[in-house]
């Protein structure tokens, strides 16, 4: 089975600094993978995904995550948070093909600070 | 875009009694729904897979008789937490998948649910 490990707990930034969450999966075949965003009060969106092709893979906001597969990581990077970046973000691994089911990360918990 | 909805937003209700939680695709047939559960400062633990016309696939150590789940149509499947206890207390978010998407799936904004 497929399990996904976020490093980052909580994570407190000041306004402009560069952003980098990791994201460690672990499955032997083919993943898809994911970052999703929880905003305070709101329902999980998608940031950004990787099915195949090129491994650097840009989203919503300014976000971009690397697919390295030799490292199985799907960090998330951003060169500039703002405060409207403060939320939780989760990572997500599926096995690739049909409606698999997804496996998320424990979250990362993102303050920025004005 | 793909839009989930959940009802009810919130719900509380007395140790003992059964809620039932509606998930619902607004624009789009899903034929599989996810179930799952969040805990406070934890990430969302699958429960069980929702198929249209046949029977959910529970994950371990999730109790189908506590938790059913009747995917009655393309559009709509409910959760039903059956004698609930204070233990069950959380937040249940459902997500439908879309063909087109790449079978991304889409979530909804979750339940509240608190036992008393």
């Known amino acids: 089975a497929q399990s996904v490990s976020q490093h980052n707990h909580h994570v407190i930034l000041s306004e402009a600094a560069s952003l980098e969450l990791g994201c460690n999966y672990s499955?032997?075949?083919?993943?898809?993978l994911f970052w999703y965003v929880q905003y305070p009060g709101q329902h999980l969106q998608l940031l950004l995904k990787?099915?195949?092709?090129?491994?650097l893979v840009k989203g919503i906001k300014g976000f971009e995550a690397e697919f390295i597969k030799s490292k199985f990581s799907f960090n998330l990077r951003k060169p500039s948070v703002q405060w409207s970046d403060t939320a939780e973000y989760f990572c997500?691994?599926?096995?690739?093909?049909?409606?698999?089911?997804?496996?998320f990360g424990t979250g990362t918990k993102l303050q920025v600070i004005p | 875009g793909a839009v989930v909805s959940q009802h009810p937003s919130r719900v509380i209700c007395k140790s003992g009694t059964s809620v039932k939680i509606e998930c619902r695709s607004l624009?789009?047939?899903?034929?599989?729904m996810f179930w799952y559960r969040q805990f406070p400062k934890k990430s969302l633990m699958l429960m069980a897979t929702?198929?249209?016309?046949?029977?959910?696939?529970?994950e371990q150590g999730v109790e189908k008789d506590k938790f059913l789940i009747n995917h009655a149509s393309l559009t709509l499947s409910t959760l039903t937490v059956t004698s609930a206890h204070p233990e069950d207390s959380s937040f249940y978010i459902c997500?439908?998948?879309?063909?087109?998407?790449?079978?991304?799936?889409?979530f909804g904004p979750g339940t509240r649910l608190t036992v008393l």
């Open positions: 997500s439908a998948g879309r063909t087109r998407e790449g079978n991304e799936q889409f």
């Open positions: 499955y032997g075949g083919t993943v898809n």
């Open positions: 990787y099915f195949s092709g090129d491994p």
């Open positions: 997500a691994v599926r096995v690739s093909g049909g409606y698999q089911k997804v496996t």
């Open positions: 624009d789009f047939q899903a034929t599989t």
């Open positions: 929702s198929n249209e016309g046949s029977k959910a696939t529970y």
